[in-house]
């Protein structure tokens, strides 16, 4: 490890035993560094060094590759590909959009036919009239 690198590490927290015990993990510098900078801390290192430690890794040609089995399948679900049809949801949701439009074709027509205005408007008319009344 550089001295840089220590220098990096000690500035996001780290200790100097534990930039020591991070250097003898086998883990490289520039992964722990840009794990500090992404607000990892010392102790969150170590545990994904233990997890990484402690996790066996089976490739194929090693012995116990063999030994894994994969999800069984499970009894009468042959045939059953899971899908949907997606052609029945779609014309489904096409009817209920053509029939909420006409509803709302319905409300708009409704609605403008509405008085909006509260009292009924006068004309000059009957407002001259109405002048007149109360004067005598």
Same mark, same amino acid.
């Given at each position: $490890?550089?001295?840089?690198?220590? *220098? @990096? !590490?000690?500035?996001? /927290?780290?200790?100097?035993? #534990?930039?020591? %015990? +991070?250097?003898?993990?086998? $883990?490289?510098?520039?992964?722990? *560094? @840009? !794990?500090?900078?992404? /607000?990892?801390?010392?102790? #969150?290192?170590? %545990? +994904?060094?233990?997890?990484?430690?402690?996790?066996?890794?089976?490739?194929?040609?090693?012995?116990?590759?063999?030994?894994?089995?994969?999800?069984?399948?499970?009894?009468?679900?042959?045939?059953?590909?899971?899908?949907?049809?997606?052609?029945?949801?779609?014309?489904?949701?096409?009817?209920?959009?053509?029939?909420?439009?006409?509803?709302?074709?319905?409300?708009?027509?409704?609605?403008?036919?509405?008085?909006?205005?509260?009292?009924?408007?006068?004309?000059?008319?009957?407002?001259?009239?109405?002048?007149?009344?109360?004067?005598?």
């Amino acid at each position: $490890m550089k001295i840089a690198e220590m *220098i @990096k !590490l000690g500035a996001k /927290g780290f200790k100097p035993s #534990d930039i020591r %015990e +991070l250097s003898g993990s086998g $883990m490289s510098t520039d992964d722990v *560094i @840009k !794990l500090a900078e992404n /607000g990892y801390s010392v102790a #969150d290192v170590k %545990e +994904l060094i233990n997890l990484a430690g402690s996790e066996e890794t089976v490739q194929p040609g090693n012995k116990g590759a063999d030994d894994l089995q994969g999800p069984a399948d499970p009894p009468g679900n042959a045939g059953d590909t899971g899908q949907e049809d997606y052609k029945e949801k779609f014309m489904a949701q096409e009817a209920e959009l053509v029939k909420m439009r006409k509803s709302l074709e319905a409300l708009q027509q409704e609605n403008s036919r509405r008085n909006l205005g509260g009292a009924e408007q006068k004309t000059s008319r009957e407002n001259v009239q109405e002048i007149l009344r109360q004067l005598y």
